[in-house]
DNA sequence: ACATATTTAGACCGGCGGTCTAAATATGTC
DNA sequence: GACATATTTAGACCGCCGGTCTAAATATGT
């Protein structure tokens, strides 16, 4: 484990343009292959790294990998640039939170490289293990915007937080796996309209149940 | 593509017990480590088996997985044994429906062996390419059902079926991973009624949208 | 008994991620 | 500049992987 410490060091201490310049080739084979199928050798042989200097400043494939992403969701961050929403009613809610998700989503369909990282994340467990904590900081900030919605009544809160930040995230990836197979052959109107559409939906199913419909029934708040 | 039908051939006119026995010891391993991750050189030492048998019986080890996961998959139908719902109304449809995941829950509760079997799939990107027919077959199951739903106006008709169903899906997915993982610590009456209440947080996302909630509009219905 | 077709054994292949040792290079000290 | 020490680099090597291939063994038909 301190051998993983002393090559983030390492690495971090290296001279920003050869760190770059390793990491972009690092990118370019993640982002064809994902975490397991990538050739570690193959990225050597392209970054002209023995060996030896790859194990030196990095402790395994999964670490080169967590670097890469590091790096991508920094950037990412860096052109989002989101606050914490502060909204003052249940519309106000909503209103806030399509708009930052309007945000999320321009960016990534005009950065195809950060968006198929991304989804590369979610294809295979063992890049989700690898950084397993950048990815837990993700779904705490998921998880607390929910949870704003709770406080001011806009999101249903009974059932457990984290079970539906999984599934509310989890379909938000689906829905954005469907964009990026159809989005070339959608008319920009259909696919503006459908996105709407999708935003309804997930307003739907995070909304308090009113007890009204044919299989809801009365709803307690979950406690843990 | 011939050497493929020609091993699955050959399989197929093996003696039961023996293509049996094969396949229970190549499933521990699919079940332990996924398809990526699992050792047919392993599966293949503990079968007994040598290189050139098995090569003369499964194409790859794609193959031999979704022999593993064919003869699951006939279990599983089994012992649910169901068969197309007929709903007379919207309140009909959604009982129908509800007793039907019921029904699969209860089974894969008590059948630990097939429901890890399943999750396994969903986990990697291969593992879905190796049995895409399967897949593509209980896919179409699931979209049938749904747009059951829409034919009698339970579920929404304005967004594409194929969007609708693997967002569905893949939120039910994350539920069943989300009870997998906290099912131990959970009482029986609570996981109970989180149980029905994801059932209606999924009526919530699939009903028809009344335009009424702070984010929806009017909408038609979608057409290819 | 013999020819033919099916089935099995396992050596072998290139490539994988990861380890290890020795050489090269940088750094500090006199 | 010389020397000792610490850092950095090179790349041979390891065990294992999925998959191929050839030759032997075995079954089948006549």
Redesign the pocket.
């Known amino acids: 484990m301190d051998?993983r410490r002393q090559a983030r060091v390492?690495l971090r201490?290296l001279p920003d343009q050869q760190r770059a310049a390793w990491l972009d080739i690092a990118e370019e084979e993640f982002r064809a292959f994902g975490l397991?199928?990538?050739?570690?050798?193959?990225?050597?042989t392209r970054a002209?790294?023995?060996?030896?200097?790859?194990?030196?400043?990095?402790?395994?494939?999964?670490?080169?990998y967590r670097a890469v992403i590091e790096r991508a969701i920094s950037e990412l961050a860096g052109l989002i640039n989101a606050s914490p929403i502060q909204p003052e009613s249940v519309a106000d809610y909503w209103q806030q939170t399509a708009t930052l998700f309007g945000h999320v989503t321009e960016v990534l369909k005009q950065n195809d490289r950060l968006a198929e990282l991304g989804r590369g994340i979610y294809r295979e467990a063992a890049a989700q293990a690898a950084i397993a904590d950048l990815l837990d900081a993700l779904h705490t900030q998921f998880e607390r915007l929910i949870e704003t919605g709770q406080q001011i009544g806009a999101i249903r809160s009974d059932l457990p937080l984290t079970l539906l930040t999984e599934m509310a995230f989890a379909a938000a990836r689906e829905a954005d796996r469907w964009f990026a197979l159809n989005a070339q052959t959608l008319h920009p109107q259909d696919a503006r309209a459908i996105n709407h559409r999708v935003f309804s939906l997930f307003a739907a199913m995070l909304a308090p149940s009113d007890g009204g419909d044919a299989s809801a029934q009365a709803s307690k708040p979950y406690k843990e």
């Open positions: 051998q390492r201490q397991e199928r990538a050739s570690l050798n193959r990225i050597l002209a790294l023995s060996k030896g200097q790859a194990y030196y400043y990095f402790a395994d494939k999964g670490e080169l």
